[in-house]
């Protein structure tokens, strides 16, 4: 046995205790790190093996550790609906696992079955390629690194050089070099991870502040909870989320703002790798190598909602884990559906949008089980007609409880010419800009709304049926997320968003519907890939070639982009947003002011300052998703910056004193400029004109 019951007492109560000392007595945020990873890890080590016996040992831990995670997140959530996230109740979240350990021991030893070795020159030649292609990591984590600004910018790539690309390119053909050759397990979820990180963490190395506005709302109320447990009004969603970031910054002591920038990356470079392996190999019973490759390919869909860590992208991780294992559960049960479902669960603690369609799937999964033909047929088709219809219902039920603004439209039910016009599909995209390499990249990136359900379609027809039936299954949920889609886009109006939000909802539950597309079209490419690798060594080059140029152009789409075919319109937060803000609250008397600015501007106040100040409802600087400063500061930035503009809004929360800050980047920033010196005497520059702040007084 590898460890008995009082070995695992022993050891549970050792852990337990240096977590104490390095809380209470020596404060160290390295070694608290470490020994909660060895926490978790002996967890995983000691759940892994009980519910996942014919798995790997690297792999027991790795999937135990993920439920491990994924109880205490669901522990501390409950413990935030009804109490509090207090330092008793980080103790306590241990406590079900201790008992599931205390249940679960002892463990077996484990006997690996796999017998596969490499020859002497392939060993050598894969030593050199893995040192090879730890040297191309180091040059290419070193470029993002000292690509990072304090200054405004609208894509990372403006200040990431061409040379990073390159880098990228020859790590892509390195890795499917080792990944098609190599036998061993561990070094290829190395290099996997590796990649993946470096791909999701190009915004965490370039924008050292943060980029995008979401990211600092949900890095404020984390610092806020972490400070006195709960907050008010208190939020019901995101939880899984804000339970993470508090319980490793009480057992680590590391910062709450870098905790919350390299949770997704980190995650998913631990687990989505094995996901995808995992749902390949043993769902669609791809070689092994190839299941490696299909982990890689998986970087050549753009991952644009994963580049920072929000609850969106975090449940939208769970919800691919979730799809990728459920494909080995559709053909061979196992892992057990009780294991989906506790992931399940923290994707629905994470962010209502995943969790939702998450848990429906796994209904129908759970309805599988029933062994009367008629009535699985029955409860499926009920449960998926419902469920098609769920989002729209939910958030129209949710208005109603909460108040926020939601109405309805039926006027494309009522009118055959706009419903028509309205399932009118995308065109091709096949545009020339004289400039091969960007025609390639667009080229490729805007016709995957096409390629990938063709794709998908074509793969699910002649391959991925004929393994198993139930396979139609997540494409069934596929179709359950485009009529949500439909409904949410044309039916639903979100009153409380800016016009330039309406969609948001509508585009994520399209994301969401075709991760269930994914797989199979990673398995057609993969279907591809393995007829092409008995032709010629001519073909190989050529398909290897190929495959990491579409990998790189994934990537280059997945950021904010600032070239010949698109600007970005988002900015990151600057040193001279914060600057600008600190001088507001050293020049301000007292709390007695608002601010109208623009969202990097907000971004920077929470950043800085959390949630200081709100007037009723009414927070002290502009949300940008909507409420009535923001559109104050519309009408200021363009229309005109007038006293009686800002002395409305300034009544609208019952303030003296008022400020207007614009950025230089502004369209009209020079013209509104002017005019606000005009409009107020008491104004100040940032950073050499960067930023101006306009003082009002009543």
Not at 6 to 29: C, R
Not at 160 to 169: H, N, S
Not at 211 to 236: C, S, V
């Amino acid at each position: 046995m590898l460890i008995s019951r009082p070995v695992y007492l022993m050891s549970l109560v050792t852990l337990i205790g240096l977590q104490a000392v390095n809380i209470y007595l020596w404060p160290n945020p390295l070694f608290g790190l470490v020994l909660l990873m060895l926490c978790i890890g002996f967890f995983g080590l000691i759940i892994g093996s009980r519910i996942l016996i014919k798995y790997q040992r690297i792999e027991q831990i790795l999937w135990g550790s993920l439920i491990a995670w994924a109880i205490i997140g669901i522990f501390l959530t409950v413990c935030y609906y009804f109490w509090e996230l207090s330092p008793i109740a980080m103790w306590l979240s241990w406590l079900p696992l201790a008992i599931l350990g205390f249940i679960f021991v002892p463990v077996p030893m484990y006997i690996d079955q796999f017998t596969g070795k490499n020859t002497l020159a392939t060993k050598i030649m894969l030593s050199v390629l893995f040192v090879g292609l730890g040297v191309i990591f180091y040059f290419a984590f070193l470029s993002l690194w000292q690509s990072g600004t304090l200054e405004a910018i609208r894509s990372p790539w403006i200040l990431v050089p061409k040379i990073f690309f390159t880098l990228c390119f020859v790590l892509c053909l390195g890795a499917m070099a080792w990944l098609i050759n190599t036998r061993s397990q561990k070094g290829s979820w190395l290099i996997l991870g590796a990649i993946t990180f470096l791909f999701l963490s190009v915004a965490l190395f370039v924008y050292k502040i943060g980029y995008g506005f979401d990211p600092f709302i949900h890095q404020a109320t984390e610092r806020y909870l972490a400070e006195h447990g709960t907050i008010t009004p208190k939020p019901f969603y995101y939880i899984g989320q804000y339970s993470w970031i508090t319980f490793c910054h009480f057992f680590s002591h590391l910062g709450i703002n870098l905790l919350d920038k390299i949770l997704l990356p980190a995650m998913a470079a631990a687990f989505l790798p094995a996901a995808i392996f995992t749902g390949l190999s043993q769902g669609f019973s791809i070689r092994n190598r190839f299941a490696k490759l299909g982990a890689l390919l998986f970087l050549a869909i753009p991952f644009g909602s994963m580049i920072v860590t929000t609850p969106q992208g975090l449940a939208n991780l769970f919800a691919l884990i979730i799809i990728f294992l459920s494909l080995s559960y559709l053909k061979n049960q196992t892992p057990p559906l009780y294991f989906l479902m506790i992931l399940g669960a923290i994707c629905l603690a994470i962010h209502p949008l995943s969790g939702i369609p998450i848990a429906i799937y796994l209904l129908i999964l759970l309805i599988l089980k029933i062994k009367n033909r008629v009535a699985k047929i029955t409860l499926v088709s009920i449960t998926a007609v419902l469920g098609a219809f769920s989002l729209p219902l939910i958030f129209i039920i949710n208005s109603l409880i909460s108040g926020t603004s939601v109405s309805v439209t039926t006027a494309i039910l009522q009118s055959p010419g706009v419903l028509i016009n309205k399932l009118k599909l995308p065109e091709l995209y096949v545009n020339s800009h004289f400039s091969s390499i960007i025609d390639f990249v667009y080229i490729y990136g805007r016709n995957l709304i096409w390629l990938i359900p063709i794709v998908a379609l074509i793969t699910l027809i002649f391959r991925a049926q004929k393994i198993t039936k139930l396979f139609w299954i997540p494409a069934m949920m596929f179709l359950v997320l485009i009529v949500n889609y439909f409904f949410l886009q044309n039916t639903v109006e979100f009153s409380f968003l800016i016009s330039y939000e309406q969609g948001a909802y509508a585009d994520r539950v399209l994301s969401l519907g075709q991760f269930f597309l994914y797989p199979f079209f990673i398995l057609g490419i993969l279907w591809w890939v393995e007829k092409t690798w008995h032709a010629a060594w001519s073909w190989r080059i050529m398909l290897t070639l190929f495959l990491s140029g579409i990998i790189i152009s994934s990537l280059y789409l997945s950021y904010p982009r600032h070239d010949a075919l698109e600007i970005s319109k988002g900015i990151n937060v600057a040193a001279s947003d914060i600057a600008a803000v600190q001088w507001v609250e050293r020049d301000a008397p007292d709390d007695d002011f608002i601010v109208l600015a623009n969202q990097t501007v907000s971004a920077a106040a929470l950043h800085e300052y959390g949630f200081k100040k709100y007037f009723d409802d009414k927070f002290y600087y502009p949300i940008p998703t909507g409420g009535e400063l923001y559109d104050y500061y519309l009408k200021m930035s363009y229309e005109s910056p007038s006293s009686l503009t800002m002395k409305e809004a300034m009544d609208l929360v019952g303030v003296k004193y008022g400020y207007f800050i614009l950025n230089d980047y502004w369209w009209n920033a020079e013209k509104v400029i002017e005019d606000a010196k005009l409009q107020t005497d008491t104004w100040h520059e940032i950073d050499e004109g960067k930023i101006y702040i306009f003082k009002y007084t009543k």
